[in-house]
């Protein structure tokens, strides 16, 4: 059993910032990539930032310069710091993990529940 538990989410105005976190928890052997993606009402859900077990980091162009994503390999948990919002930014956040559960087993994608961003003044 695996578990994808995100928190940081919240209301901020135009220009805030907001940092969100998300913890990984249960029967993992390892944690591949992990990331961030989000779903705004009437659109598809689409890539934010997701980084590698190593570091290796990309974003969204939306997002460039503005957000960024780290990971503690130690607690199972990734974060997005986000900076200069935009309303645009208004979304559901998901946590996605790319893991296995043991040695022998294909790693596969997790999700967490979501996190509501709202940004408006």
């Known amino acids: 059993q695996v578990q994808l538990v995100e928190s940081g989410g919240g209301l901020v105005q135009p220009g805030g910032s907001l940092r969100l976190s998300c913890a990984a928890s249960g029967s993992i052997f390892s944690i591949n990539t992990m990331g961030w993606y989000r779903q705004a009402p009437g659109k598809q859900r689409e890539l934010v930032a997701r980084i590698t077990s190593s570091g290796s980091t990309n974003y969204a162009d939306s997002v460039k310069g503005r957000f960024t994503i780290s990971r503690d390999n130690a607690k199972n948990t990734v974060y997005l710091q986000m900076s200069s919002l935009k309303p645009e930014d208004t979304a559901v956040y998901y946590c996605?993990?790319?893991?296995?559960?043991?040695?022998?087993?294909?790693?596969?994608?997790?999700w967490g529940q979501g996190t509501q961003v709202t940004v408006s003044s």
């Open positions: 996605n993990a790319d893991l296995r559960t043991r040695q022998w087993i294909r790693s596969r994608d997790y």
